[in-house]
């Protein structure tokens, strides 16, 4: 017989996991409700969702679940395609956005609030199984990947578009990193998620065909390096939380201020556009 005892402590321990990744995902979830990532989705990617949706072939008549969809970046264009779309985020202030820009351009969309560590979905629900810069985002990097693959038919399409770590959202990261709180325990960096060895080892033997391309994608939105800082400062959520954890520190906010502002002068071409590298992945689920 188990040791009632060694049941209780595991009890305790499993009860004290779960809270903590509650509480992770409480934080995720008003981080992203912060500033205005509706806004900055439509003035700086609007493209990058019908990327993604061609790149999977998503077809009339398909069922297609965008993990992670925020506004519906992805989830619009595949439903405007003919496919059967369930956009599922995190946050309900981007669903709630997502909602009326779908209604706006006239997609039929499902929207649930869902974690993509969790997916309440039942196995082989979907034939294409899509994240546009999105589930990258979740902290747990193979919880989120074991779902991907979980919810998608054999034979269906993951398809997943992200930054790359050497990339400007990457480099981004990089230089919050130092004036951002310690991640959580088991928490892995956004950006791995661009990186295809990384991305193959989280899929593993459970997919095949794989496909993947580094692109970029050039933004012309801000008029000079400062504009860009301030611009994230006030609209990108990771960002407003990286300045609201060094709160009054004079001179940690000002080093943070010319971070962002260099590394937005060392990637500016001559005429001050930047390309953002991104990694374009597809796989078919065995």
Known sequence: MSDPKNRS?????????????????????AM?????YPALAADI???????LVEAARVQPGDRVLDVAAGTGNAAIPAALAGASVVASDLTPELLAAGRRLAEERGADIEWLEADAEALPFADNSFDVVLSCVGVMFAPHHQASADELVRVCRSGGTIALLNWTPEGFIGQMFAAMKEYAPPPAPGAQPPPLWGNPEHVRKLLGDRVTNIEERKATLRVDHFSNAEGFRDYFKTRY???IAVYRNIGDDAARVSALDQALAELARKYAQNNGDVEWEYLLLTATVQ
Request: charged share 30%; glycine share 8%.
């Open 45 to 51: 990617i609007p493209e990058l969702g019908t990327v």
């Open 9 to 29: 402590e595991t009890d305790k321990t499993s009860s004290t996991a779960s809270e903590q990744d509650q509480a992770l995902k409480a934080r995720h979830r």
């Open 32 to 36: 992203w409700a912060l500033g205005d």
């Open 237 to 239: 959520g990771p960002t």
